[in-house]
């Protein structure tokens, strides 16, 4: 098994604000910069602590620019090139479709219907013209089953969940329920998931 360092991108202002970001490309925010810069010393620290060479490893992003900015300051953290990484379409957010830029407070007001839905199956509930978190399992185990080494990697949480039902760390219905944090990395490992901050 592969282990991965996976790291969430830092806070934007959508964040901030609870609106759905999905595959709208919404920039770090200055918070999100700083947890970004914090991760890249807690994966020297990491790396340091257990050997490990960073520049053998493979660091793969999500193409949204929130997920690359945190990469080049997570790799800043580590003296390494800004670009020396890839971007893999796969680790894109989960797809909110049309509910993207709204607030779930909104869409209680707006679409309830759905939204009680969503409450009821979150695992998968499809927003519309989006995508489920089954989908984006299925996404997630696809792209783990094509790593040759380990690997560092920027993404969402949606694909963080993702992974997590993929690995069995997680049930199907509990995974979408999981909170994951910024300024935080998690280790994929072995079948298990430790959380360092």
């Not at 759905?20 to 807690?42: E, K, Y």
């Not at 379409?89 to 219907?113: C, K, R, Y």
């Not at 089954?134 to 089953?145: L, P, S, T």
Request: with cysteine; aromatic share 8%; charged share 25%.
């Amino acid at each position: 098994m592969r282990t991965v360092y996976y790291i969430r991108h830092g806070e934007t202002d959508w964040n901030a604000g609870g609106r759905l970001q999905g595959h709208r490309d919404i920039p770090l925010n200055d918070t999100g910069r700083a947890q970004a810069r914090h991760c890249g010393l807690v994966l020297r620290d990491l790396f340091a602590k257990d050997g490990i060479d960073a520049a053998a490893l493979d660091y793969v992003s999500s193409p949204l620019s929130r997920a690359t900015e945190t990469m080049q300051l997570v790799r800043d953290g580590l003296q390494l090139p800004r670009d020396g990484f890839r971007r893999d379409d796969q680790l894109i957010e989960l797809s909110f479709g049309d509910w993207e830029g709204s607030t779930i407070a909104l869409l209680h007001q707006n679409d309830a219907v759905r939204i009680a839905q969503r409450e009821h199956d979150k695992f998968h509930f499809v927003p519309p013209n989006g995508e489920s978190y089954q989908m984006v399992e299925a996404r997630m185990k696809r792209w783990y089953d094509g790593l040759t080494g380990d690997a560092v990697v920027t993404a969402h949480g949606g694909t963080c969940r993702g992974l997590m039902a993929s690995l069995g760390i997680a049930q199907r219905a509990a995974a979408p329920l999981i909170d994951i944090a910024q300024g935080v990395v998690y280790v994929f490992r072995g079948g298990k998931l430790t959380r360092y901050a």
